[in-house]
C-alpha cells in the first residue's frame, strides 16, 4: 500500500511533537526527589507552540495513542493504568474525553473512585482498586485513585476513623507513622502491579487557586454548567494549603522510575491535555508492541481458508 506523503502542517506538527518530547522530562518527578509544588508553574510558559499548533499535535497523539492501544490489545502482555489527581476544576473530565476520543472504548475502562461503600470499607483501602485494574490489553483510568486515601483522608483524618481499623481510635491516633506506612503500602501496590505487566504513568494537573476560582465562577455564571458545581468545592478551598502539603508528600514518596509521577501545568487546558496525550504514547511506545506472529501452521491455515471462501 502506498503511504500518502505528510503535508508541510502534518511535518511541521510531526517535527514540534519529537522536539516536545524531549521537554516534557522537567515534567517527571524524579524518583527521592522532592516534587516542589510551590515551586512549579500551574501555566505553560514556553514557545514551542501556541493553543492552535497544540491542536494539531493533541490530533496527532491521540492518533498514534489508536495505533498503539490496538497493538496494547494484541500483544497481549501487557496492561497500562492512568491515575489522575488534581484540585477540584482542574480538568480531569475533560482531559479523559479529548485524550481518548479516538480509542476503542472496548479496551478502555475509567473508574471514578468515590466515598467507599460498606463492602469496601469491610476490606483493606487498596481492595477496590485491585478490582478496577485493567487486564492485559487493556487501558486504566483512575479519575481520582487510591491516593485519595493519602490526600482528603489525610486533610479530613476523620474519614480514617470509618475504616474500623485495629488501634485507630481516635484521630489522635493518626499519627506520620500512619501516614508513612499508607504511602509504603501505595508502593508496594504499584511495585506488583507493574511487575505483572501493567504500565503506571501518574498525573497531578496543577492548577493555580485563581484560575480554580475562574472556573468554579464560570460554573455558576453559565446555566449549561451549572450541574457541575459543588458547593464543597468552595469549601475545601479553605484547606488549599492543606491539599497541597498532602500533594507535595505523596508525589514525592510514590514517584518511582515504574510508576513515575508527572506534575502537569494545568491553568491551560488545551496545554495539559496535550502534554498528557505524549506522555502516555511516549510510555506506551517504550514497550515496542507488535502484532502476533503466526506459525508456518497457521498461516498455511490462513491460506487454506481463504481457498475455501473463495469457492
Given at each position: 500500500m502506498v503511504q500518502k506523503e505528510p503535508t508541510s502542517a502534518e511535518a511541521h506538527i510531526a517535527t514540534i511533537a519529537g522536539s516536545f518530547e524531549r521537554e516534557l522530562h522537567k515534567l517527571k518527578v524524579a524518583e527521592g526527589k522532592a516534587a516542589n509544588l510551590r515551586k512549579r508553574a500551574t501555566a505553560y510558559r514556553g514557545k514551542l507552540f501556541t493553543k492552535d499548533t497544540a491542536s494539531g499535535l493533541l490530533d496527532l497523539s491521540v492518533e498514534r495513542l489508536s495505533a498503539l492501544q490496538d497493538k496494547l490489545y494484541a500483544h497481549n502482555q501487557y496492561g497500562m493504568l492512568i491515575c489522575l489527581q488534581a484540585m477540584d476544576a482542574a480538568g480531569k473530565d475533560g482531559a479523559v474525553k479529548h485524550i481518548l476520543s479516538g480509542l476503542n472504548p472496548q479496551g478502555v475502562r475509567v473508574t471514578s473512585f468515590k466515598q467507599p461503600s460498606s463492602e469496601e470499607l469491610d476490606h483493606d483501602f487498596l481492595w477496590r482498586h485491585y478490582r478496577a485494574l485493567p487486564a492485559r490489553g487493556e487501558i486504566g483510568i483512575f479519575n481520582r485513585s487510591h491516593y485519595e486515601n493519602v490526600l482528603i483522608s489525610r486533610v479530613h483524618p476523620e474519614i480514617v476513623l470509618g475504616e474500623n481499623l485495629?488501634?485507630?481510635n481516635s484521630?489522635?491516633?493518626?499519627?506520620?507513622?500512619?501516614?508513612?506506612?499508607?504511602?509504603h503500602m501505595i508502593r508496594q501496590f504499584e511495585n506488583i502491579v507493574v511487575g505483572s505487566g501493567t504500565l503506571v504513568v501518574k498525573f497531578f494537573l496543577h492548577v493555580s487557586k485563581e484560575e480554580q476560582c475562574k472556573r468554579l465562577i464560570s460554573r455558576i455564571d453559565d446555566p449549561t454548567k451549572n450541574w457541575k458545581?459543588?458547593?464543597g468545592d468552595v469549601q475545601e478551598r479553605a484547606y488549599w494549603d492543606d491539599y497541597l502539603d498532602a500533594y507535595e508528600e505523596a508525589i514525592s514518596a510514590t514517584s518511582t522510575a515504574d510508576s513515575p509521577w508527572y506534575v502537569i501545568p494545568a491553568d491551560d487546558k488545551?496545554?495539559?491535555?496535550?502534554?498528557?496525550a505524549t506522555i502516555i504514547h511516549s510510555h506506551m511506545d517504550?514497550?515496542?508492541?507488535?502484532?502476533?506472529?503466526?506459525?508456518?501452521?497457521?498461516?498455511?491455515?490462513?491460506?487454506?481458508?481463504?481457498?475455501e471462501l473463495l469457492r
Amino acid at each position: 500500500m502506498v503511504q500518502k506523503e505528510p503535508t508541510s502542517a502534518e511535518a511541521h506538527i510531526a517535527t514540534i511533537a519529537g522536539s516536545f518530547e524531549r521537554e516534557l522530562h522537567k515534567l517527571k518527578v524524579a524518583e527521592g526527589k522532592a516534587a516542589n509544588l510551590r515551586k512549579r508553574a500551574t501555566a505553560y510558559r514556553g514557545k514551542l507552540f501556541t493553543k492552535d499548533t497544540a491542536s494539531g499535535l493533541l490530533d496527532l497523539s491521540v492518533e498514534r495513542l489508536s495505533a498503539l492501544q490496538d497493538k496494547l490489545y494484541a500483544h497481549n502482555q501487557y496492561g497500562m493504568l492512568i491515575c489522575l489527581q488534581a484540585m477540584d476544576a482542574a480538568g480531569k473530565d475533560g482531559a479523559v474525553k479529548h485524550i481518548l476520543s479516538g480509542l476503542n472504548p472496548q479496551g478502555v475502562r475509567v473508574t471514578s473512585f468515590k466515598q467507599p461503600s460498606s463492602e469496601e470499607l469491610d476490606h483493606d483501602f487498596l481492595w477496590r482498586h485491585y478490582r478496577a485494574l485493567p487486564a492485559r490489553g487493556e487501558i486504566g483510568i483512575f479519575n481520582r485513585s487510591h491516593y485519595e486515601n493519602v490526600l482528603i483522608s489525610r486533610v479530613h483524618p476523620e474519614i480514617v476513623l470509618g475504616e474500623n481499623l485495629p488501634s485507630i481510635n481516635s484521630i489522635a491516633d493518626i499519627t506520620k507513622e500512619f501516614w508513612a506506612e499508607r504511602l509504603h503500602m501505595i508502593r508496594q501496590f504499584e511495585n506488583i502491579v507493574v511487575g505483572s505487566g501493567t504500565l503506571v504513568v501518574k498525573f497531578f494537573l496543577h492548577v493555580s487557586k485563581e484560575e480554580q476560582c475562574k472556573r468554579l465562577i464560570s460554573r455558576i455564571d453559565d446555566p449549561t454548567k451549572n450541574w457541575k458545581f459543588s458547593l464543597g468545592d468552595v469549601q475545601e478551598r479553605a484547606y488549599w494549603d492543606d491539599y497541597l502539603d498532602a500533594y507535595e508528600e505523596a508525589i514525592s514518596a510514590t514517584s518511582t522510575a515504574d510508576s513515575p509521577w508527572y506534575v502537569i501545568p494545568a491553568d491551560d487546558k488545551w496545554y495539559a491535555r496535550v502534554a498528557m496525550a505524549t506522555i502516555i504514547h511516549s510510555h506506551m511506545d517504550s514497550l515496542n508492541l507488535s502484532y502476533p506472529t503466526l506459525s508456518p501452521q497457521q498461516k498455511s491455515a490462513l491460506r487454506k481458508a481463504r481457498k475455501e471462501l473463495l469457492r
